[in-house]
């Protein structure tokens, strides 16, 4: 039903579309939600959540889910990060997806709503080390389509791979339209 009240109000409210779709049955993954050029990118994600009726995650750093914010930001998918002295932040959140049944976490690999030329490799290496696919995602805002992309299983070759990525995403608008990503 919570479905169902989330696409009337995208679809025919908002006037948004959706091209692709999500197999629920994939438990973990990395979401790469491209491009992230305004605030308003968030209220799309809480949409297309709830129009794909799964769950997805984000994490932040473990000082935030502290009372009485802890409760609303786990309800919202979120996971503390918890980083010790000598680990990364790679290191940290593939850890994180060792602990769970279900984690999906969505990543804006350009790093910042400004204008980027290059996408910042931390969302690469956590599903590598992970051992997770990337599901690679478009906000288009020119079309206002959502575009779910089929998942991606990452070779080991950075340089390969973001090439291959990068391409879905040719075309793409974001609601900035100066700040788009523009794929090399």
């Known amino acids: 039903m919570k479905q169902k009240i989330y696409q009337f109000i995208f679809f025919k409210l908002m006037g948004w579309k959706q091209e692709g779709s999500f197999d629920k049955t994939l438990k973990k993954c990395v979401f790469i939600v491209v491009p992230h050029t305004s605030w308003y990118d968030f209220i799309i994600g809480v949409f297309t959540r709830g129009v794909l009726g799964i ?15 802890k409760y609303y930001f786990s309800w919202m998918g979120g996971a503390p990060l918890n980083r ?5 932040k790679v290191d940290s959140i593939a850890k994180i997806f060792k602990t769970k049944n279900t984690f999906r ?4 690999p350009e790093g910042t709503r400004k204008k980027v030329t290059q996408w910042r490799s931390g969302f690469y290496y956590i599903a590598l080390q992970a051992q997770v696919p990337i599901v690679p995602v478009a906000f ?20 390969e791979d973001i090439k291959i990525l990068e391409k879905l995403y040719s075309g793409t608008v974001g609601k900035k339209k100066e700040y788009s990503f523009i794929p090399n």
Request: hydrophobic share 40%.
């Open 105 to 108: 976490l969505a990543i804006a």
């Open 140 to 159: 288009d805002w020119g079309t206002k389509t959502i575009k779910v992309f089929q998942p991606f299983h990452p070779s080991g070759n950075f340089n």
């Open 55 to 69: 769950e997805i995650n984000w994490v932040g750093k473990k000082e935030l889910f502290v009372w009485p914010f």
């Open 84 to 88: 010790q002295k000598n680990e990364n």
